[in-house]
Nanobody, 126 residues
């Protein structure tokens, strides 16, 4: 099983940019499709973005498409989420997750992911 640790969260102002990262260890990173999810207080965990094993396909939630970019570096066992034009409604704990599936259309569901990190807080002030 792969172990995941997120980093890079923080407090930013609306309109700012922020990049968060996820370091993977354990099993071969390139064996997993990866995703980012987020959870705001009192709300369910929601899909943000996903990327297939070799990075050939990506998918985004409508709320972040055009502002966020997911990427990975399999040589470094790293997953990234570049967030631009941040809004207060982007405030949440952001989690990275790993899936043995590799079909991008299934990646919007938390049930497709077996391994999760502990999360990193992103707060966007207005």
């Amino acid at each position: 099983q792969v172990q995941l640790v997120e980093s890079g969260g923080g407090l930013v102002q609306a309109g700012d940019s922020l990049s968060i990262s996820c370091a993977a260890s354990g099993r071969t990173f390139s064996s997993y499709a990866m995703g980012w999810f987020r959870q705001a207080p009192g709300k369910e965990r929601e899909f943000v973005a996903a990327i297939t094993r070799l990075g050939l396909s990506t998918q985004y939630a409508d709320s972040v498409r055009g502002r966020f970019t997911i990427s990975r570096d399999n040589a470094k066992n790293m997953l990234y989420l570049q967030m631009n034009s941040l809004k207060p409604e982007d405030t949440a704990v952001y989690y990275c997750a790993a899936s043995i599936k590799n079909t991008i259309t299934t990646m919007t569901s938390t049930s497709s992911f077996a391994s999760w990190g502990q999360g990193t807080q992103v707060t966007v002030s207005s």
